[in-house]
């Protein structure tokens, strides 16, 4: 089970990925990684997991290694 520190959720993650990207919201950060709203919401509030496709998706966005979005959500 994962931590619940603020620093090491996917929540946490997906904040530092908007703010770096100076993008508004889920909903844009959504539409710049071209997938549905939901997928974005249900990662956020952990009703899915961080799947693959959109871990790789994040990774081409931001330029960050898989392995460091994991870090950053607390998934490694």
């Given at each position: ?19 770096q ?19 974005i ?22 330029g ?13």
């Open positions: 089970m994962q931590s619940k520190n603020a620093k090491h959720t996917v929540a946490h993650m997906l904040d530092v990925v908007i703010e990207q100076s993008l508004k919201n889920d909903a844009a950060l959504a539409r710049v990684l071209q997938v549905a709203p939901p997928i919401s249900k990662a956020r509030n952990e009703v899915q997991p961080l799947g693959s496709s959109l871990l790789v998706k994040l990774h081409e966005l931001t960050k290694s898989t392995i460091e979005i994991k870090k950053l959500a607390g998934l490694a």
